[in-house]
């Protein structure tokens, strides 16, 4: 007999049985370890599973009447504790070794029925779900926070104008609003697409069994509802070993990023004295070491750079989910960087609302900027086909030779201090293709394409227009709230299931 069964047995699952000893310091120091950096994620939740799934057996009559106060006494007090008060030890094995190790000791009679019919994949399976629920209720206020920030800061700029801009060359005059309203958008579907994922982890495993179900009478609807799961996942394989929610979660946080890094890339050249249109507060800089003069947008890079690290591991995510089923493998990266991404996700975008809540925009610059260059030739093809025989190819060719020719002459046709499109410059242009207009002058040309004209002339749908962008910004509201009044809806669905269970579990106490 060896010292581990002499002494009584071990209290992690397997020793004193099929095994004879446990790991070996190098699965400890490896494998262990690794297991238990899913503590910060994964221990309050395991808490709530544990006490439900005790409160179901206790409430189907599947545990000794004698058991049922000590082992739910334990368990509560387990489900209280805070990660940093439990003695996590690595030799001990993953977060369910060591919290049945903590049960043995608190309760020796009682504990081992919290292991009943249930197999410790379930456990952390389930536990992960809550925790994946949780983190994804987070990133949708972050999302609507920053969501809210830029539709607000949209309000302030309905009539700002600035220059927009393609492969970082000046494009047509646009307005503040509108550019800042490009950004919304994509946060609204981020919001559907949280809720989709969602509805995948809100079904519950728990009394699943084993792989083929179970031969006890265990009430998966009871023990759903105290865990606060919307639905019950009908397959037990399926149910443990799911491979797509796992890459799912963690692309909703990896989209989540690249949309704030997309925003944060734009702010970064903005923020560049070349532009200056951008002005970061002080909270949201870092001053360089050796450069006095430096004031570096730290905020946006730190974003920038969580979104390619989720990137890497989103990739890494789903390599580990292509395994055969059955597996554990695939599990035991992604119980912590799955969690742990949508925390991220999260951070960054309520850290980008920050910044954008104290940055300032230098609307004199961008106004200034919006009125020089060539961003109204567009519109001046555009005019001058709805005003003549000639058609679009035929105008896009004369525009695009006044500006060849303003290039040439520079400063003479000031390009700038203001519109460079000058009647002459234009006739010279034209010579051999048309007449222009005979009500065209430079005083007619310089309001005709002044930004602001140019701006208010888009009043179509999703157009730069003041009217315009007010419409877009009310329907983005409208989603908005009602993101929002379903987040706070599951928000408060699940804490009221926790504390039906705790009342469950203490009534079972006295009960019996």
């Known amino acids: 007999m060896s010292s581990t069964e002499s002494k009584g047995g071990d209290n992690r699952p397997g020793i004193g049985g099929r095994l004879r000893e446990g790991a070996a310091q190098e699965v400890v120091d490896s494998a262990h370890v690794r297991e238990l950096a899913s503590v910060q994620w994964l221990h309050q939740p395991m808490g709530q599973v544990d006490l439900a799934y005790g409160t179901m057996l206790a409430d189907g009559g599947l545990l000794p009447s004698s058991v049922v106060p000590e082992l739910l006494g334990a368990l509560l007090e387990l489900e209280e504790m805070a990660s940093s008060d439990f003695p996590y030890r690595p030799e001990l094995g993953d977060l369910y070794s060591n919290r049945l190790d903590f049960l043995h000791r608190r309760a020796p009679q009682a504990a081992p029925w919290v292991s009943y019919g249930r197999p410790r994949r379930e456990a952390t399976t389930t536990a992960f779900l809550l925790a994946c629920r949780d983190g994804l209720l987070d990133l949708s206020e972050a999302t609507l926070e920053l969501a809210r920030t830029l539709l607000e800061a949209a309000r302030s ?213 919006a009125a020089r260059g060539f961003g109204a030739a567009t519109d001046l093809a555009e005019i001058w086909v709805g005003e003549s025989e000639i058609d679009p190819r035929q105008a896009h060719r004369w525009v695009g030779r006044a500006v060849r020719l303003a290039k040439q002459r520079g400063s003479q046709h000031r390009l700038d201090s203001g519109n460079p499109f000058t009647l002459e410059l234009l006739r010279e242009a034209a010579e051999g293709i048309a007449e222009l207009p005979s009500h065209w002058t430079d005083e007619w040309l310089a309001e005709t394409l002044h930004p602001s004209r140019i701006v208010e002339s888009r009043t179509g749908l999703g157009g730069a227009s003041e009217a315009s962008v007010l419409e877009m910004q009310k329907a983005f509201q409208v989603s908005l709230d009602a993101k929002a009044e379903w987040c706070s809806a599951r928000r408060s669905a699940l804490g009221t299931a926790r504390l039906a269970l705790r009342r469950k579990a203490r009534q079972l106490c006295r009960s019996t």
Not at 200 to 206: E, K
Not at 229 to 237: K, Q, W, Y
Not at 346 to 366: G, H, K, N, P
């Open 157 to 369: 700029h309905t009539r700002t104008s600035m220059p927009d801009y393609t492969y970082l060359q000046r494009a047509h005059p646009t307005s503040l609003a509108h550019y800042l309203s490009t950004f919304v958008g994509p946060l609204v579907r981020d919001l559907d697409r949280i809720q989709l994922a969602f509805d995948h982890v809100d079904q519950s495993p728990g009394g699943a069994g084993s792989t083929n179900g179970s031969r006890l009478p265990l009430n998966r609807q009871n023990l759903a509802q105290w865990l606060g799961f919307g639905a019950v996942h009908p397959h037990p394989r399926d149910a443990m070993w799911q491979a797509d929610t796992a890459i799912e979660v963690m692309a909703v946080a990896t989209t989540s990023l690249t949309h704030g890094s997309r925003l944060a890339e734009d702010l970064l050249v903005w923020a560049s004295e070349e532009f200056g249109y951008l002005h970061l507060a002080d909270a949201h800089s870092r001053a360089s070491v050796i450069m006095p003069h430096k004031k570096n947008p730290y905020s946006l890079t730190f974003v920038r750079g969580m979104a390619r690290q989720s990137i890497g591991e989103l990739a890494g995510v789903t390599a580990m989910q292509a395994t055969a089923t059955g597996q554990v493998d695939n599990r035991v990266g992604s119980y912590q960087m799955i969690p742990a991404g949508l925390e991220t996700a999260a951070r960054c975008c309520r850290l980008l609302a920050s910044t954008l809540a104290s940055a300032r925009f230098d609307t004199e610059i961008m106004e200034a900027r």
